[in-house]
C-alpha cells in the first residue's frame, strides 16, 4: 500500500513565524503536490513537484514556497504565516502508471494565531 | 478548462441501503480520468475508485461503482449497503491523462443513519 506521511497532524502558529510542514511518501512516485482544503471551497492546488529540486506553481502560490531535496520528501514553507492560511494542508503523491491515482496523507491542521 | 459540479452539499442513506451520488463534469480533453476520495472526520482523503475515460464498463471496487455516463459527462458514485462508517465527505476530481492537475469538486457530506 501506499503510505504518504505529513509530519503534524495540527499545528499552532502566530503570525509572522515561519512554518514548516514535511510530507513523506514510500512509494518511489515521481509527482507530489501540496493543495489546501477550505470548507466549500474543496481543494486547492498550491504547489506541486515532478521530480526532485523541480517545482511547479499550482493555483494558489501566494505566501508559500516548497522544497523537494530528496524525491520521497516534499516541503511546504510559510515564510511568514498570516491568519489567512490557517487551514486544511493535504499532500499526496502520484506516479504516472495505471491510472495516475493521488494518495494523500492525513492532513495537517494549521491555525495561525 | 475542466470542472467538477457536485449538486449535492449533504445527503442522508438508512444503513443497508444503496445511495447515489453525483458529479458532473466539463472537459473538451478526450482522454482524462475521474477519481471518488473519501475524506472522514479524520480528514484523510482515502481514494475508492477510479475510471478512465475510454473504459467502456463502469468501474467497480467491492460496495463502490462508478456509474459512467460519457454523452451526460456524468460519474455518480453509487455506494451499495451503507454502513455507517461510510459516514463522511465524499469528492469527485477530474484529471487529464498524464498531466498533473485533477479539479475537484466541493463535495458532498453524507450521513449513514442506524
Known amino acids: 500500500d501506499v503510505k504518504v506521511t505529513q509530519s503534524s497532524r495540527y499545528l499552532v502558529k502566530r503570525t509572522g513565524e515561519k512554518v514548516f510542514l514535511e510530507c513523506v511518501q514510500d512509494?518511489?512516485?515521481?509527482?507530489m503536490f501540496w493543495y489546501r482544503q477550505d470548507p466549500g471551497l474543496g481543494l486547492r492546488l498550491i504547489y506541486f513537484s515532478y521530480d526532485v529540486k523541480m517545482k511547479e506553481k499550482g493555483d494558489i502560490p501566494e505566501g508559500y514556497s516548497v522544497s523537494r531535496e530528496k524525491k520521497e520528501r516534499f516541503s511546504l514553507i510559510l515564510e511568514s504565516a498570516s491568519t489567512n492560511q490557517t487551514s486544511m494542508y493535504l499532500c499526496a503523491s502520484q506516479t504516472f502508471t495505471g491510472t495516475d491515482t493521488q494518495y494523500f496523507g492525513p492532513g495537517t491542521r494549521l491555525t495561525v494565531l | 478548462a475542466q470542472k467538477i459540479t457536485q449538486t449535492q452539499p449533504g445527503m442522508f442513506v438508512q444503513e443497508k441501503e444503496a445511495v447515489t451520488l453525483d458529479c458532473t463534469y466539463d472537459?473538451?480533453?478526450?482522454?482524462?480520468?475521474l477519481f471518488w476520495y473519501k475524506q472522514p472526520s479524520s480528514g484523510e482523503m482515502i481514494f475508492l475508485i477510479y475510471q478512465g475515460s475510454y473504459d467502456e464498463q463502469n468501474a467497480t471496487e467491492g460496495r463502490y461503482s462508478l456509474n459512467f455516463q460519457k454523452a451526460r459527462k456524468s460519474a455518480n458514485l453509487v455506494i451499495s449497503a451503507s454502513q455507517l462508517g461510510d459516514s463522511a465527505m465524499y469528492f469527485c476530481a477530474i484529471g487529464d491523462s498524464g498531466t498533473y492537475k485533477y479539479i475537484f469538486g466541493t463535495g458532498t457530506r453524507l450521513k449513514v443513519l442506524a
Open positions: 472537459t473538451s480533453d478526450q482522454s482524462y480520468g
Open positions: 512509494m518511489d512516485h515521481e509527482n
